[in-house]
């Protein structure tokens, strides 16, 4: 018996004088106890739904949490598609080459240790794939060093192969490519002013110039206004930018390896440059572009580049790249020797004494 009919079948003051009353109390006890009853009933399936509620949300819970997951991995995925996909464009346009030298040599050592067969199998396989693999890891720094992250929209960037993303984006807006870099194009005019002075060269001996990623040609649009070269070579990755370079500057976009000027002659050049690229790739790169420029340079021509020296890395600067640079772990530095070894002292005269004066940019002469 529950608590509300105990208190109502207790004998109340007039219980025991009358017995009509008596009666029809004990009826209204007994209703009352009924409807107790079915309430007590009502309340259990009540809890029984309750639980069953709970129990469904636990589930529902458990789906969302599932779906987030698996939200997020795609977006993960998806980064890496767009990555995918922008490696593609290794194969359209101005195409890319792989570096002749180190993949012959790759390739005789493979002949040397397999089988005939196994390495035609191999090679025709890579040929298949236009040698993807192989340009997937040669280019995994460049990569690296183009991903961001949106902390606003919360999802990974991916600049790398970032050209024909810009150019469309400009279109969208109605907007010519020197208005959307318009930033760009002015630091580059007031930086080039400042650090190459009138007596480095001879503007009238310019024929031809020579640019490692040139992008959105900011560097390039400088020195055809200011040299009027006849001849402009260009090597850039995003073979996008080398599409565009070429159709909209002019200039002769190379099939670029990403480390050499394999289809620049010996001292054919007046000016080399590199202008904010050097940075985005592995040293031995940016080393070995630097001894480009020393080969293809003619006796009295120039090359203008800005690196990031590892000399100039304090513990402050060394803590900010761990700090800022999360989760990208990959830092273009290189250092001065290996500068100092592409131009030595005997065949090349240091131009800007200082390059930490002069926005980390260098030039060298040719005696
Ligand atoms: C910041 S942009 C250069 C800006 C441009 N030089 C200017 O004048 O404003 C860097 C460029 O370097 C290119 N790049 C990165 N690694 C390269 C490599 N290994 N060889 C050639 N170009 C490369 C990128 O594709 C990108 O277009």
Known sequence: MGFISRFFAGSGPRAASNRTSSQSQSQSVANLQMKVERLETANQKYRERLAERIELNNKLKGIVDTQKSEINAMRINSRKDLTLERIDTFFTGTKLRLPEEAYQRFIAKCEDNATPDKVENFRAEMEKSQH????????????????????TGLRPIVTFQRGETDIAYAASKGMSLDELKANHIQITIERFDQIIKKNFINPKRVNAVCEIGAAWGAATRYMLNRYKPQDYHVYEIDTGWAQWLKDNLGVDSKQCDGESLSETEDESMDICVASSCLYFMPFVKQWNYLTEFARVLKPGGVAVFNVNLIENTSVRTLKGLLANYFPRRSFG???????????????????VKDPSKGFGYQVYRKR
């Open 132 to 151: 993807r693999a192989f340009y997937e890891q040669l280019f995994s720094v460049e990569m690296d060093m183009a991903q961001g992250f949106d902390f």
């Open 333 to 351: 530095y290189i250092p001065q020797h290996c500068v100092d070894t592409a131009f030595p002292e005997e065949q090349f005269e240091k131009l």
